[in-house]
């Protein structure tokens, strides 16, 4: 699309993280190393539990980030960039296809966004990775001194996603119907539905039942390595 003076719109590509870019879960992941490295803290189990009582994954989200207060930002960081040094070099840490996809969207000249449940500190390292430049996430509230309160501004999960990139494209003069969206849960679907180029990633029942009604793209979900894809 071109505007009335002659200058072409941005085109944006927003993709969802966990599951979507990355072949798991970051705040699950990132929780099993930071307790091995504070082994006062709770196994990684819990987190499975709770969701099986706790459907909501707003709820969820808040829970999972009460568990870093009082925690310096500066060591959170310290600790994910470590962790997404380890965990990068799995065979199997990425989704195939997502990585394809943003190695061209960037080379056809597009803007790639990350849009994340997880936070900053795990999404900065592939981020930088794969010089996404904005990452639109759950923020963490900082208190005095750097530490971490626990709680979060808001979790960036099913209608803030979508918020969010509407909001995006409206900050970049970007035309809706030209832009990109990549997400393979439910909780993506707001975001999948702001766009004019919607591509579900996986198998998610509910999300295919869309993308047949609607005529959307369908992703594989198969895993590999990052320089297979990204090169």
């Known amino acids: 699309m071109t505007t009335v003076t002659g200058t072409r719109c941005p085109t944006l590509a927003f993709f969802d993280v966990d599951e979507t870019l990355i072949a798991e879960k970051s705040m699950i992941e990132f929780w099993r190393h930071w307790s091995h490295l504070h082994p006062d803290q709770v196994a990684t189990d819990w987190l499975r539990a709770e969701a099986a009582v706790t459907p909501d994954r707003e709820t969820l989200n808040r829970g999972y980030y009460r568990r870093y207060a009082g925690v310096a930002l500066a060591d959170l960081e310290a600790a994910g960039r470590t962790w997404y040094d380890g965990y990068r070099r799995g065979g199997a840490a990425f989704v195939r296809s997502a990585l394809r996809a943003v190695a061209a969207h960037r080379a056809a000249g597009r803007e790639v966004v990350l849009v994340s449940g997880s936070m900053r500190p795990l999404l900065a390292p592939l981020a930088a990775e794969l010089a996404v ?53 439910e909780s993506d679907l707001a975001m999948l539905r702001a766009v004019g180029n919607p591509v579900v990633v996986g198998d998610s029942p509910l999300l295919n039942d869309e993308a047949e009604r609607f005529g959307w793209s369908v992703a594989s979900a198969r895993r590999g390595p990052f320089r297979s894809e990204s090169t």
Do not use: N, W
């Open 133 to 185: 430049s904005t990452v639109v996430c759950t923020e963490l509230v900082v208190g005095p001194g750097g530490v971490l309160t626990g709680e979060v501004h808001r979790p960036m999960i099913g209608a803030a996603k979508g918020e969010a990139v509407v909001r995006v494209m409206r900050e970049r003069g970007a035309d809706p119907q030209d832009c990109f969206a990549y997400g393979d849960h």
